[in-house]
């Protein structure tokens, strides 16, 4: 059934490639640990400070720096990096290893991505962090700022992608981190969001789908990484 399943992909997009070497508990644990601890620094900066110190001359900077041709590739990076798409990319993504029988696997995708948006909207409440003001933004935003939702989607996306793609495409993945590195740069250049949300949403993005894939390995040693 999962071979047939697996062939039905263009170009055998979920076929067996040789297993790989699952990541273990301690090789997980160091990348969570920065991770987490990146958005706890900047976490305790913004409740204490109510900003971090690069804050505003990093904005002011890019704001120096503007450019007809930055402003569309901001706004480009904003749009594509919006929740709906996504939702959009974590289902297909999802949907694709559930129909080539790699279930566990799109589950733990799922928790991954899934539980990062809904965790962004809980940080943003409990952080009520207005937005930036130091310009009128080209995009401009009216809910809270701190983490970017922008950011710390993306980062989750990424990460997710780094433990679900097929051994054979995931050449491709540092696509992914590049992408969400873009759309934090675009958050911070339309000047809707601190630098330190941005560190705080990738931070705690990649954080979570880390511990995710830590719990896995504890549930079910082995399973932090797809084999395939």
């Known amino acids: 059934m999962a071979g047939k399943a697996t062939r039905r992909y263009p170009a055998g997009l979920f076929r067996v490639c040789g297993r790989m070497s699952a990541f273990t508990f301690r090789q997980l644990a160091w990348p969570a640990a920065l991770a987490w601890g990146t958005f706890g620094s900047m976490a305790a900066l913004v409740h204490r400070y109510g900003h971090a110190p690069f804050d505003a001359p990093v904005l002011q900077w890019l704001h120096q720096h503007t450019h007809p041709a930055l402003d569309g590739a901001a706004i480009f990076f904003t749009i594509v990096g919006n929740t709906g798409p996504v939702i959009g990319a974590g289902v297909l993504v999802a949907g694709a290893l559930a129909w080539a029988s790699q279930r566990r696997t799109a589950g733990l995708f799922a928790l991954g991505l899934g539980g990062s948006m809904l ?4 940080i943003k409440r409990l952080a009520t962090r207005p937005r930036p003001t130091l310009w009128v933004s080209l995009r401009p935003e009216h809910t809270y700022s701190f983490p970017s939702g922008h950011a710390m989607d993306t980062a989750a996306l990424a990460a997710a992608l780094l433990f679900a793609l097929p051994r054979r495409w995931r050449r491709w993945w540092p696509l992914a981190p590049a992408f969400a590195l873009g ?39 082995g399973a932090g990484l797809a084999s395939r």
Do not use: C, I, K
């Open 119 to 122: 965790l962004t909207q809980v």
């Open 183 to 221: 759309v934090g740069w675009a958050r911070m250049y339309l000047g809707v969001h601190f630098p330190s949300d941005v560190l705080a949403g990738w931070s705690a993005g990649a954080g979570w789908v880390l511990l995710v894939q830590l719990l896995a390995t504890r549930v079910a040693p």
